[in-house]
């Protein structure tokens, strides 16, 4: 595998301004974030609301400006690109390489056009095809993702949430991109549709040679999907592991606490339940001095409030955890043997 | 069903042809379901129709004057009438005038003499004119054969000129700085309201602190204040477009916001971002996807603009600020009507107060009408 697209010390804060003379503060949403997403890889970014994760990946295509760090792009057959020293023009013919899938398919697709032009507009902007071959490729890519040619002079509002996530997917698909950002692209979505998202991904990855960069708080959707998932906290990268390691036997204690969150359809291995996460999600403009996850961490010593630690790759493992005890942990994934017992 | 789709892929014709509803076809059937908008949108058409065609439907020209029907009461027209003989004859005719002078008073007082029969034409021959400016006519809608005969079919004014005539031209001015005034307003408040929302920060803010301070002005004695500065050696048609520019001062702004607002609300929109994503430029963004999602809107803000510029406009008028004679606007024909003697007398040269009524609510309606048509989706 070659590494596509790689992101170093990238960090972005907002600027607080309360009121006219007020004091500005500033709000780190990211604080040096460092990964890598190999070609063909699917990479999941999971964490809480307000870790970063979105902010992420919106940083990563330039949908916002990063505050510092770089995002580095590795096309097949050319020299590599700095994405965040380009400026608007010249990120343009980059675009069609990565794309994003949003969130919410309410709100995505421009409900004063029609599917077809939603589709063709990159093409368009793109002036990569017109007339015939514009159309032929907007409906053929249409057809890939599960929309029929008839439905391709409607509005946005005559189809269904997960047909509408299917047209944002043929929206980014249709320039034949290298690396897609789906940005809580299921989130939206009851479960059985859901499934059907997630297995068009999957089929689509396959189909069209893609690289996934998934953006998820859903542990049960990730660990269908992803090889690797980035556990974000309160903006750092807190762990990186391929998917089975990570649930197997996660070696950042956050890790261990959003396994443990994770919905059980068994009452009796729901019993067996022992970690709880203490307190609330610190305030991001009002981070805690040390890992930023000691309030909450119930294995914290006196190190961990004075000392961050660093991402650092584990001993012996693919996994790289930020945590002063990542070896010596012994924490509970999210695997576990059948439970024992009778259902009473 | 696979041979349908089969089919359909086989012949794109049927992405030319869509068969859902377009975007305009959905806003007329809510529109239409809007009785009141319906029939205020039939009204506002005739008046502006009025408008179009005013020389033509005007009996006489709105300056002609006789003296010898200063404050003529309105004819009535009749379509059937009998003869001495008993026979009975067809056609449309207005009773002719007898004048007694009343000595006491100094003024002459007018009854229908239901003796004198005054016979209509339609399509009576004129004196030749430009109809809207470019279309040689030399025919009216209607009139009389001989123009010494009156024809007062809504009364006379003090100096004996037909107040329906001077209506009609009156409403031609009055409509035209309505639209006027809005057009100028939503240039402006377009331009600078989309550059406000669109780019926000220092700009978004020295904008919103200026439209504030405009708006706090008291409107009535700004608009004294500007019109009362214009040169009175100003000809007819300097006026009138100084007079529009000084009504979208004000109303610029109000569409300001609104464009504003909605800019804001539409930037942070996933599809806007999408857009962004695309590659494409900040016009295209604007003007493809921006600009559609909300120009229903904006037409409907505009056209609950247009009564307020009309209305302001009779109102400068009306004090004699606005529009001068010899133009004839509503709000110059209102001036007449300005004291209780004449009201008494004539009563009828409060029609043009009427007209502004029955426009004001029917732009109303039609406004409110296209506001909510302009949300097909109901969303």
């Known amino acids: 595998m070659s590494t596509l697209l790689k992101v170093e010390n990238l960090s972005k804060s907002y600027s607080l301004n309360s009121g006219l003379f007020g004091p500005t503060r500033t709000l780190a949403a990211l604080s040096d974030v460092n990964l890598t997403v190999e070609a063909g890889e699917t990479l999941a970014v999971v964490g809480e609301s307000g870790c970063g994760k979105t902010t992420l990946g919106r940083c990563i295509i330039k949908a916002q400006p990063a505050t510092a760090g770089t995002v580095t792009y590795y096309p097949k057959g050319h020299e590599a690109v700095e994405l965040t020293a380009l400026n608007k023009r010249q990120i343009k013919p980059w675009r069609q390489d990565i794309r994003m899938i949003f969130q919410d398919p309410m709100s995505s697709l421009n409900p004063n056009m029609r599917v077809f032009d939603i589709v063709a507009e990159p093409l368009r902007i793109h002036k990569i095809a017109k007339g015939k071959e514009l159309e032929d490729r907007v409906v053929s890519t249409l057809e890939k993702v599960g929309i029929a040619a008839d439905g391709v002079g409607r509005y946005p509002h005559a189809f269904s949430g997960g047909q509408r996530q299917r047209i944002g997917i043929a929206r980014a698909l249709v320039l034949d991109p290298k690396l897609v950002i789906a940005d809580e692209a299921v989130s939206a979505l009851d479960v059985s549709i859901q499934a059907q998202i997630l297995n068009l991904l999957e089929d689509l990855k396959s189909d069209f040679g893609l690289t996934y960069i998934f953006i998820s708080h859903d542990l049960g959707v990730v660990n269908y999907i992803a090889d690797r998932v980035v556990v974000m906290y309160l903006g750092h990268v807190v762990e990186n592991a391929p998917t089975e390691m990570l649930f197997e036997r996660p070696r950042h204690p956050y890790t261990e606490v959003l396994l443990e969150a994770l919905p059980i359809a068994d009452p009796l291995r729901r019993k067996g339940r022992n970690v709880e996460v203490r307190g609330e999600i610190p305030y991001l403009g009002n981070r805690p001095v040390g890992c930023p996850f000691h309030t909450r961490c119930r294995y914290a010593q006196d190190i961990c409030r004075a000392e961050r630690p660093a991402l650092r790759p584990i001993h012996g493992t693919a996994q790289q955890a930020a945590c002063h005890f990542a070896e010596s942990l012994d924490l509970k994934g999210a695997y576990e043997a059948p439970a024992t017992g009778t259902y009473a | ?379």
């Not at chain 2, 439907?57 to 709105?62: F, I, K, Q, R, Y």
């Not at chain 2, 009975?88 to 029969?117: C, H, L, Q």
Request: proline share 6%; with cysteine; hydrophobic share 50%.
């Open chain 2, 1 to 379: 069903m696979v041979s349908e789709t089969m089919t359909d892929i086989a012949a794109p014709a049927v992405i030319k042809k869509p068969v859902r509803e377009s975007q305009r076809a959905l806003m007329w059937r809510r529109f239409k379901q809007h009785k009141l908008a319906l029939v205020g949108l039939w009204i506002v058409a005739a008046f502006y129709l009025v408008a179009l065609l005013a020389e033509f439907l005007a009996p006489v020209e709105p300056g002609a004057y006789n003296p010898r029907y200063t404050y003529a009461p309105p004819q009535a027209i009749q379509f059937i009438s009998s003869n001495e003989d008993g026979s009975w004859a067809f056609g449309p005719y207005v009773n002719g005038y007898k004048s007694t002078i009343d000595k006491k008073a100094m003024r002459r007082t007018f009854a229908i003499d239901p003796e004198v029969k005054i016979p209509l034409q339609f399509f009576a021959p004129s004196e030749p004119y430009k109809l809207a400016g470019f279309i040689p006519l030399s025919v009216k809608l209607f009139g009389v054969s001989d123009p010494k005969t009156p024809l007062y079919i809504l009364g006379a004014d003090r100096l004996g000129r037909d107040l329906l005539s001077r209506l009609i031209h009156g409403t031609r001015i009055s409509l035209s700085i309505g639209l006027a005034g809005v057009t100028l307003s939503l240039f402006f408040g377009i331009i600078i309201g989309g550059f406000s929302g669109y780019y926000g920060g220092w700009f978004d803010s020295v904008v919103m602190r200026v439209i504030e301070f405009i708006r706090s002005m008291p409107t009535i004695p700004l608009w004294l204040g500007l019109a009362a500065a214009l040169p009175k050696d100003w000809s007819a048609i300097q006026t009138y477009f100084a007079i529009t520019v000084i009504l979208s001062l004000i109303g610029w702004t109000e569409l300001a916001r609104v464009v504003r607002g909605r800019f804001l609300s539409l930037r942070t929109e996933d599809f806007v971002t999408a857009a962004q994503l695309d590659g494409a430029s900040d016009w295209r963004i604007i003007t493809r996807h921006m600009v559609p999602s909300f120009m229903s809107h904006i037409i409907a803000a505009a056209t609950l603009a247009v009564p307020g510029m009309i209305l302001a406009e009779t109102a400068l008028s009306f004090l004699g600020l606005g529009l001068q004679a010899p133009i004839v606007s509503w709000g110059t024909l209102l001036q007449d009507a300005q004291n209780i003697r004449t009201l008494a007398t004539a009563p009828w040269l409060l029609t043009p107060g009427i007209c502004v009524v029955v426009i004001i609510l029917s732009l109303n309606f039609f406004g409110d009408g296209l506001r909510d048509a302009a949300d097909p989706h109901g969303r």
